[in-house]
């Protein structure tokens, strides 16, 4: 075998790698977009029958941060539905195998527009630590502080939701103007 040969059977396997790693990802879609007032958006994703899918979504910016949110299956069920949410999570597993429509209604605003963030995930993540839930051990400490930044990163980005808000708030703005200009004041 020469040196063609050992390149081609590399990349075969480089090839092979990069398919196995991308079967074992969870996939997904983040958008950020703008929603007109007195209107309404909606977004598909095809999912397989069990799969687990999750969707999340912030309003960013418009009138009182508030947003319609439902999700329907692929037979016209509705089965998530919100209304005037600044945020939330929804997770469900697929009953039936089709495509899953998500929408962001804006129809109860007549004259302010809203910037929404959301990320809608299919598909399971891959446990943390190999055969997690084939067996019980006792976690040494580096497997534990794996499992705990693990869950507290969750928490930590919904608590960066909740001040991000409080910052954009006039209120608080002034307050930290006030700060800004006594502590850059000359002595």
């Given at each position: 075998?020469?040196?063609?040969?050992?390149?081609?059977?590399?990349?075969?396997?480089?090839?092979?790698?990069?398919?196995?790693?991308?079967?074992?990802?969870?996939?997904g879609?983040?958008?950020?977009?703008?929603l007109?007032?007195?209107?309404?958006?909606?977004?598909?994703?095809?999912?397989?029958?069990?799969?687990?899918?999750?969707?999340?979504?912030?309003?960013?910016?418009?009138?009182?941060?508030?947003?319609?949110?439902?999700?329907?299956?692929?037979?016209?069920?509705?089965?998530?539905?919100?209304?005037?949410?600044?945020?939330?999570s929804?997770?469900?597993?697929?009953?039936?195998?089709?495509?899953?429509?998500?929408?962001?209604?804006?129809?109860?605003?007549?004259?302010?527009?809203?910037?929404?963030?959301?990320?809608?995930?299919?598909?399971?993540?891959?446990p943390?630590?190999?055969?997690m839930g084939?067996?019980?051990?006792?976690?040494?400490?580096?497997?534990?502080?794996s499992?705990?930044?693990?869950?507290?990163?969750?928490?930590q980005?919904?608590?960066?939701?909740?001040?991000?808000?409080?910052?954009?708030?006039?209120?608080?703005?002034?307050?930290?103007?006030?700060?800004?200009?006594?502590?850059?004041?000359?002595?």
């Amino acid at each position: 075998m020469g040196r063609a040969g050992a390149r081609s059977a590399s990349a075969l396997l480089l090839l092979l790698l990069l398919v196995l790693l991308r079967a074992e990802r969870p996939r997904g879609a983040e958008l950020t977009f703008e929603l007109p007032d007195s209107a309404r958006q909606c977004f598909h994703e095809d999912v397989e029958q069990g799969a687990r899918f999750s969707l999340d979504y912030q309003v960013i910016t418009g009138g009182h941060y508030d947003v319609d949110c439902y999700v329907e299956d692929p037979l016209g069920n509705t089965i998530y539905r919100e209304t005037k949410k600044q945020y939330d999570s929804f997770t469900h597993r697929a009953e039936v195998k089709g495509v899953y429509q998500f929408c962001f209604s804006n129809e109860f605003s007549t004259f302010s527009h809203k910037t929404i963030y959301f990320d809608f995930q299919v598909g399971d993540e891959p446990p943390i630590l190999p055969d997690m839930g084939n067996r019980v051990t006792a976690l040494t400490q580096d497997p534990c502080g794996s499992l705990l930044r693990h869950s507290w990163v969750p928490a930590q980005a919904c608590t960066q939701r909740h001040y991000g808000k409080a910052l954009r708030s006039p209120l608080c703005s002034h307050h930290l103007r006030r700060k800004d200009q006594r502590w850059s004041r000359p002595a």
